[in-house]
Structure formats: C-alpha cells, structure tokens
C-alpha cells in the first residue's frame, strides 16, 4: 500500500509535535523512560486521530463482520449499490475465512 502525501501529513504532524516535546521534557531533566513513554502516546494518539480525519476527509465507511473474525472491508467514495454489495459482504459471516476452516 503506497501512503500519499495527504496521508503522510498527519503522522508527520505527530512525529514532528512527539519531538518537540520529549525534547522539551529532556532539557527539564525528566527520566528516559518516561519521556519514551510520552512521546510514544503522542505518536499514537496523534497518528489515530490523523487517521480517523482522513478516514472522514476522504468518505471512507468502514464495514466490519459481526462475529468479529477480523474481516474488514474498507469504501473510499463507491456508488450506493456497491457500498450496499460491501455491507452485505462483511455481514455474511459464512463468506469469510475464518468461517470455512
Ligand atoms: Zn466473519
């Protein structure tokens, strides 16, 4: 999966701010190990929320299986019949892999 730029920004936003504040927190003689800690929940929550934006940005509806096996099935801009034939996909439980082993 190639990443775009519109979809790098975001992460990028976040590494960058993650950054800046561990090294903000190291010139104020705060322990490694807690700055590890608060610049890796600053990544994640920050690549998350990049995520969920983009997700909105770009209309994206996520449809996922209701046993949850794990089966998702991401639409980006389909036209109504398709999303409906996508919806109905990750409903059928029975259709999926995990099902038929
Ligand atoms: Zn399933």
Redesign the pocket.
């Known amino acids: 999966m190639a990443l775009t730029v519109r979809e790098a920004v975001p992460a990028v936003l976040a590494a960058a701010t993650a950054c800046y504040i561990g090294y903000d927190l190291a010139d104020h003689g705060v322990a490694t190990p807690v700055i590890v800690s608060v610049v890796l929940a600053l990544l994640s929550t920050g690549v998350s929320l990049g995520i969920r934006v983009q997700q909105a940005a770009n209309n994206v509806q996520l449809f996922t ?1 209701p ?1 949850q ?3 998702e099935i991401r639409a980006t801009n389909q036209p109504d019949e398709r999303i409906a034939r996508l919806r109905e996909l990750a409903a059928d ?1 029975s259709q ?1 892999p ?2 038929r082993s």
């Open positions: 299986c046993e096996c794990g089966v439980h999926h995990a099902a």
